[in-house]
Nanobody
Framework: QLQLVESGGGLVQPGGSLRLSCSAS????????IGWFRQAPGKEREGVSC????????YYADSVKGRFSISRDNVKKIVYLQMDSLKPEDTGVYYC???????????????????????WGQGTQVTVSS
């Protein structure tokens, strides 16, 4: 069974840091592009950061550039999202997703309608508030 499980969310003060983890099981993800997405109440889903498998090329949304860093451990099958200098507008549910076709990070993060064969996690809540 294909499965992604996110962890690491929580409540943090503005300026703080969190590290999210996305663990995969049930599939060989060597060729899959992995992405982090977030959705805040009343807002559309946003592609935050995506990373390819082939060469580890990364993409970041303008809103998180310089503050977030994505990385992947292909042995442990985990993708991390290090989030620093967090702002209240970073609040939302963060989801990780995997695409078996292995598109570029920019394509995966920016497309409005993900393909039906993408695998999604259940999400983890991130709240940035004082």
């Amino acid at each position: 069974q294909l499965q992604l499980v996110e962890s690491g969310g929580g409540l943090v003060q503005p300026g703080g840091s969190l590290r999210l983890s996305c663990s995969a099981s049930g599939f060989r993800w060597d060729y899959w592009t992995i992405g982090w997405f977030r959705q805040a109440p009343g807002k559309e889903r946003e592609g935050v950061s995506c990373i390819t498998a082939s060469d580890g090329t990364t993409y970041y949304a303008d809103s998180v550039k310089g503050r977030f860093s994505i990385s992947r451990d292909n042995v442990k099958k985990i993708v991390y999202l290090q989030m620093d200098s967090l702002k209240p507008e970073d609040t939302g549910v963060y989801y990780c997703a995997a695409d078996p076709v292995g598109p570029s990070g920019q394509i995966m993060c920016q497309r409005p309608d993900p393909p039906s064969d993408n695998v999604w996690g259940q999400g983890t809540q991130v709240t940035v508030s004082s």
